[in-house]
């Protein structure tokens, strides 16, 4: 979920730059969320929208694609971190 707000986050500065007052971020987000939703097709997804993806499995759930989230690098090592501190200690 963090990093799904980050992506957003980064996405609303870039489509909209100057917001001058709570209104203005308001729409400026729920725009963005939009544009991400319906108009930003995605890598994971093979090109297609996640509203693409969603509509499909609507369609036909039992036939609906699997789109595996690609671990981080990051969490990875980390967990490899934890796991190497417990082989010490034993």
């Known amino acids: ?3 799904w ?9 870039v489509l ?8 203005e ?6 725009k963005t969320i939009h544009y991400y939703l319906y108009h930003d097709p995605q890598e994971r997804f093979n ?3 996640p509203a693409q993806v969603r509509a499909e499995a609507q ?14 690098k990051k969490y990875r090592d980390y967990w490899k ?7 010490q200690t034993a």
């Open 16 to 23: 909209y730059p100057n917001v001058s007052s709570f209104e």
């Open 25 to 30: 971020m308001k729409e400026a987000y729920e």
């Open 47 to 49: 090109g297609k929208t």
């Open 59 to 72: 369609e036909n759930p039992e036939q609906a694609p699997y789109y595996p989230i690609k671990q981080s």
């Open 1 to 3: 979920m963090e990093s």
């Open 81 to 87: 971190t934890i796991a190497d501190k417990k082989n």
């Open 5 to 13: 707000q980050g992506i957003i986050k980064e996405m609303r500065a």
